[in-house]
């Protein structure tokens, strides 16, 4: 049976550096698992340009279309679409694994590594995904209705759903409602599974919180220094305000361009949304009760990794 290996965990806990490390040992290809970092112009606030990590050097990483190559290992699913452009979880799950497929037939072992639960569980779990097409009248309309509202109806027709979605996530939201407007059945009841033919690992990275928050609030800083306000500029005046923008970062960088909050105001409300979202990627980590966790903070979390990983992958 074919492996695959998945490093998740919560944002900024060093997934991806110890992806690629992982990479040179067991002649690996990364897949980002990651909500944002599929769209371009995107870096810096999605955490593809690592700004404070030793893989800085403009010559050690190159941008090819739909992968990054860093140090000479792929990393795929960067840069698959514009911000513009509407992108859904089956066509996410439909590329991995496409792309999953092709590392195999290479001999190579694929690394899934990412913090997005949903994109997570769709490849490692076989979520049968309803294939509604975006009705883009539908859409326009849900948008111009404010959150709650939206977040009312859901409740009312699918309370399953509203039960588990990410309510700070307009685009999850409206793509339920969507569903059921289009085709008179609630998401939760067409979400089922399908068998997924993988052998898979499944490690999961944390540390003590506080640790956490302060490496996440120098990561929100060393953005600052790197030019995340000029990236934030560039993608207003490429693509107007378009939904990514209520991503944590964007929305508040937008909103010191339009001079609604001061900049260390911006900052402070980064810091505090990237705080909440990595409560909520623990939330929805827990239910995965096969998730291997290592600890960060041990100095030598990373040889019981590589150990854990060659006993399996020679299995």
């Known amino acids: 049976m074919d492996k695959l290996l ?9 997934k991806t550096n110890l992806a690629l490390k992982l990479a040179k040992k067991f002649n690996a290809e990364l897949i980002s698992v990651d909500s944002r970092q599929i769209y371009t ?11 404070i990590s030793k893989i800085k050097s403009a010559s050690r990483r190159k941008k090819e279309n739909g992968k990054w190559i860093i140090d000479g290992v792929p990393i795929y699913l960067y840069d698959i679409t514009t911000p513009d452009k509407t992108f859904s979880v089956a066509a ?18 694929p690394i899934l590594v990412g913090g997005t639960a949903l994109y997570l569980n769709a490849v490692t779990q076989g979520l049968n995904i309803p294939k509604v097409p975006p009705n883009k009248y539908l859409r326009n309309k849900l948008e111009r209705t404010p959150l709650g509202e939206l977040l009312k109806k859901l409740e009312e027709i699918d309370p399953k759903t509203f039960a588990r979605i ?12 969507e569903i059921y407007y289009s085709i008179g059945q609630p998401l939760s009841t067409l979400t089922k599974k ?28 060393a953005w600052i220094k790197n030019g995340f306000l000029d990236e934030v500029k560039n993608l207003r005046k490429k693509y107007g305000d378009v939904q990514v923008f209520n991503s944590p970062g964007y929305r508040q960088i937008s909103n010191f361009l339009d001079k609604k909050i001061s900049l260390e105001e911006a900052i402070k409300r980064i810091k505090f949304d990237h705080h909440s979202l990595i409560r909520k990627q623990y939330t929805f980590f827990k239910r ?3 998730i291997i966790w290592f600890d960060i903070g041990q100095s030598n979390f990373q040889k ?7 006993e399996w992958y020679n299995n």
């Open 92 to 109: 996410y799950q439909q590329l991995a694994y496409q792309t999953i497929r092709s590392i195999h037939q290479k001999g190579k072992l």
């Open 166 to 177: 990410d309510k700070q996530n307009p685009r999850r939201i409206i793509r339920a409602l």
């Open 194 to 221: 399908f068998k997924v033919d993988y052998d898979i690992l499944t490690l999961g990275l944390t540390c003590y919180r506080d640790y956490l928050y302060n490496l996440v609030d120098k990561r929100v800083e």
């Open 6 to 14: 998945v490093i998740l965990g919560p944002t900024g806990v060093g």
């Open 304 to 310: 019981q990794v590589q150990d854990l990983v060659n």
């Open 288 to 290: 995965n009760k096969k």
């Open 41 to 51: 112009d995107m870096d810096i606030g999605t955490g593809k340009l690592p700004v």
